[in-house]
């Protein structure tokens, strides 16, 4: 499966960005939303299971953002409201073979190529 996560770009503290990511190759099953800013480690955003009916969001961005998915598109967005500094990073999408939604990059076998996000205060 090949994943492009888009939308990423400038946004202004307390505004709004939406990602998307787009699979191709095979349906998407839980899909993880990950965060790298420079000189940290990769970190657990968000994740929905394939029903949609599990989401999982880390305590940094519970309230603001928001997971979701069409699985007859095979996209998944996330919606990142309240926008801080602190959101700045590179935002990856992935996915794997596993139905619960993981919060650990290990537990995913199929990654995005990331985008860029920067909020500016």
């Known amino acids: 499966v090949q994943l492009q996560a888009s939308g990423g770009g400038l946004g202004q503290a307390g505004g709004s960005l939406r990602l998307a990511c787009a699979a191709s190759?095979?349906?998407?099953?839980?899909v993880g939303w990950f965060r790298q800013a420079p000189g940290k480690e990769r970190e657990f955003v968000a994740a929905?299971?394939?029903?949609?009916?599990?989401?999982s969001y880390a305590k940094s961005v519970k309230g603001r953002f928001t997971v979701s998915r069409d699985n007859n598109k095979n996209t998944a967005w996330l919606q990142m409201n309240s926008l801080k500094p602190e959101d700045t990073a590179v935002y990856y999408c992935?996915?794997?073979?596993?139905?619960?939604?993981?919060?650990?990059?290990?537990?995913?076998?199929?990654w995005g190529q990331g985008t860029l996000v920067t909020v500016s205060s």
């Open positions: 929905i299971s394939r029903s949609s009916s599990y989401t």
């Open positions: 992935a996915t794997g073979s596993g139905s619960y939604v993981y919060t650990r990059t290990r537990d995913y076998d199929y």
């Open positions: 190759g095979r349906p998407l099953s839980t």
